[in-house]
């Protein structure tokens, strides 16, 4: 498997993601459907793949572990 196909599962998460992430689950297990919740997230990671903050494999690991809009 070449390097950068890998991802690192124990990856820094930055803190204003790592917040939001927390609220939107709490949210959704309460049984809150929160949609514009869930796109706050993606633009945060989407600006922290720009800044460099998270790699595209990083951010989609994060998108496929915490979606629940599906």
């Known amino acids: 498997m070449k390097q950068e196909n890998t991802v690192n599962p124990d990856f820094n ?3 204003y993601i790592f917040e939001e992430l927390i609220d939107y689950v709490e949210l ?6 929160i949609p514009m919740k869930w796109q ?3 633009s945060l990671l989407g600006l922290a793949v720009v800044n460099q903050r998270l790699t595209k494999s990083q951010a989609n690991c994060l998108r496929k572990t915490y979606c629940r809009e599906n």
């Open 40 to 42: 706050n997230i993606e």
């Open 28 to 33: 959704t297990a309460k049984g809150k459907c």
């Open 13 to 15: 998460i930055p803190y």
